[in-house]
C-alpha cells in the first residue's frame, strides 16, 4: 500500500479552475496506475480521471472530459488534476487512488490506497 495526501481543494465560482495535488508515500510510486474520484453528499463515489503508471495513458468519463486533465510526476511522486471550466455540478470530496492498473470506468474497488479527500466546492 501506498500513502496518499491531496492537497489544493477550496472555493470557486463557476467558470472558474482549480488544480488538485496527490503526494505519495512510496518510492514506487511509479508502480501504480493513479486515478481521482469525487463523492457529493449522498451518493457514490464517481470516476474523474486515471493515468498509466507510465503516464501515456489518461481516461475520464464524458462529464468531465475536455475540462479535466490528470498528469504526473514520477520523479516526484505526485499526481494532479488540473480542473478548468468549473461547474456547481463538480462540488464534491475529491479522492486520490493509486492502485495496479489504470482504464475506462474503473470501479473504486480497483484501488486499494486512498487519501483522505479534499473539498471542492464550486458557487454558482
Known amino acids: 500500500q501506498v500513502q496518499l495526501v491531496e492537497s489544493g481543494g477550496g472555493l470557486v465560482q463557476a467558470g472558474g479552475s482549480l488544480m488538485l495535488s496527490c503526494a505519495a508515500s512510496?518510492?514506487?510510486?511509479?508502480?501504480?496506475?493513479m486515478a481521482w474520484f469525487r463523492q457529493a453528499p449522498g451518493k457514490e463515489r464517481e470516476f474523474v480521471a486515471a493515468?498509466?503508471?507510465?503516464?501515456?495513458?489518461?481516461y475520464y468519463p464524458d462529464s468531465v472530459k475536455g475540462r479535466f486533465t490528470i498528469s504526473r510526476g514520477n520523479a516526484k511522486n505526485t499526481v494532479t488534476l488540473q480542473m478548468n471550466s468549473l461547474k456547481p455540478e463538480d462540488t464534491a470530496v475529491y479522492y486520490c487512488?493509486?492502485?495496479?492498473?489504470?482504464?475506462?470506468?474503473?470501479?473504486?474497488?480497483?484501488?486499494?490506497?486512498w487519501g483522505q479527500g479534499t473539498q471542492v466546492t464550486v458557487s454558482s
Open positions: 487512488a493509486a492502485g495496479p492498473i489504470a482504464r475506462q470506468s474503473p470501479l473504486p474497488s480497483d484501488f486499494g490506497s
Open positions: 512510496r518510492r514506487t510510486f511509479s508502480t501504480y496506475a
Open positions: 493515468i498509466s503508471r507510465g503516464g501515456s495513458n489518461t
